[in-house]
């Protein structure tokens, strides 16, 4: 799968980084299509998950409590970002530690619908980060991705990657 | 070799749109949300409980204190007043910055025995340490000093 990973920086502060993916022959990112998406029926909803992503960013980092965790696979980091209490709109994204989120897309949770697998929307959403987290896995093991000291900064290593191309 | 590359930074004007909406008032709510929650996190781990065993004593089923941490939970007063009963302090010091644990003094004593002779250890104050079993300590006033041992192949 091809996809770039790029850092939001509306979001990132000194306590997390926040990327979010632009799949390929695609301009903007995973999270931004959940914006538009959503805008029309859900605006307060998407303030509220941008200010505090800001937060999060910013003031806080990305405290694993903040998130509904064990969302995809074990060990593949897949969340959601807990909605505020009278919302269900959920967003998906994969945590690294406090330090680091890739945010993707998700969608409205419909009144019934207990898990991503029972809503379609909801399933494509899940699914699409789950592969983003898989192939993350892959590129850390192999050595074209490895995380900055700090642990909050994912690194490119173009040696590696332009071999692989 | 060439240099490792970041990830390109990205501007969303859609999102930039969606926080130039937030109101001050909106703003600051949701960073007191934000920091209220990961205080009452801190100071549960600070006394070595899990949410459950801080649910018992708040009298809470757990998934309340889920929700408290989230992030998103708008604490009223009385809530607040039960939190700090359960965490035996007063309300306003749920609001207090987090302490930075200063330590003024701190003595290490490492003992090393059966040391492989290939390998010399040196202390992080740069004392060589040979022999075998050895002992070596370090004290220092002010600040701390790393806990790792370096050590270098003979």
């Known amino acids: 799968m091809n996809y770039e990973i790029v850092e939001l920086e509306e979001f990132s502060g000194n306590k997390a980084t926040i990327y979010s993916v632009i799949m390929e022959e695609d301009e903007v990112t995973l999270f931004d299509h959940f914006v538009t998406e959503n805008m029309a029926e859900y605006k307060t909803e998407l303030k509220s998950i941008a200010g505090r992503l800001q937060q999060i960013g910013r003031t806080t980092g990305a405290r694993a409590n903040f998130f509904k965790l064990d969302e995809g696979k074990p060990g593949d980091g897949v969340c959601a970002l807990y909605d505020d209490p009278d919302s269900k709109l959920r967003l998906y994204c994969i945590r690294y530690g406090n330090v680091a989120i890739i945010l993707g897309g998700g969608g409205p949770k419909p009144p019934g619908v207990r898990a991503w697998q029972e809503d379609e929307k909801l399933t494509l959403e899940a699914e699409t980060i789950m592969e983003v987290s898989k192939d993350i896995m892959r590129r850390l093991h192999s050595g074209e991705l490895e995380w900055s000291k700090d642990g909050s900064q994912l690194l490119e290593n173009p040696t590696i990657a332009d071999d692989e191309e | ?154």
């Open chain 2, 1 to 154: 070799m060439k240099n490792k590359k970041t990830a390109r930074k990205y501007s969303s004007p859609i999102v930039a749109k969606l926080l130039s909406e937030l109101t001050p008032a909106e703003e600051l709510q949701h960073r007191t949300k934000a920091t209220l929650a990961a205080r009452l996190d801190d100071l549960i781990n600070a006394r070595g409980w899990g949410k459950s065993e801080f649910a018992e004593r708040a009298n809470k089923n757990p998934s309340e204190i889920t929700k408290w941490l989230s992030g998103t939970h708008n604490f009223t007063v009385e809530t607040l007043a039960e939190i700090a009963l359960a965490l035996d302090m007063p309300v306003a010091e749920l609001f207090a910055p987090k302490q930075i644990q200063v330590v003024n003094k701190i003595k290490i004593v490492v003992t090393v025995k059966e040391v492989e002779p290939s390998i010399k250890y040196v202390t992080p104050m740069g004392h060589l340490v040979s022999g075998s079993p050895n002992y070596f300590s370090g004290e220092h006033h002010g600040v701390m000093f790393p806990l790792t041992t370096r050590m270098h192949q003979a």
